[in-house]
């Protein structure tokens, strides 16, 4: 199993960054696709959930800002980032469960390496 997260990077404060996950290994269509982030010093936290059937959830954080979509075809999951704040700046992991109603990081099997995102002020 594999999932290669891309897409971090610097960005201003206001600007956009779209983070894709590409997964292998499993049956992606029949997995709940999460993203999490982790800041230093805090813990795990997650950001937005989309299930096999591509229902959404998301952290009040990202409500509004942020967007999860999957494409099975091509077995990744995205994670389109807007308005960028630096308290958004963290390692962001893609994650993935056969659990139907995960919702935490001890609900999800499978993670990526995470790609770094760093917004300045």
């Known amino acids: 199993v594999q999932l290669q997260a891309s897409g971090g990077g610097l960005v201003q404060a206001g600007g956009s960054l779209r983070l894709s996950c590409a997964a292998s290994?499993?049956?992606?269509?029949?997995?709940?696709m999460a993203w999490f982030r982790q800041a230093p010093g805090n813990q795990r936290e997650m950001v937005a959930i989309v299930n096999s059937g591509g229902s959404t959830n998301y952290a009040d954080s990202a409500k509004g800002r942020f967007t999860i979509s999957r494409d099975n075809d091509r077995n990744t999951v995205y994670l389109q980032m807007f308005s960028l704040k630096p308290e958004d700046t963290a390692i962001y992991h893609c994650?993935?469960?056969?659990?139907?109603?995960?919702?935490?990081?001890?609900?999800?099997?499978?993670w990526g390496q995470g790609t770094l995102v760093t917004v300045s002020s």
């Open positions: 290994g499993f049956t992606f269509s029949s997995y709940v």
């Open positions: 994650a993935a469960s056969r659990n139907r109603i995960a919702t935490t990081a001890n609900d999800f099997y499978y």
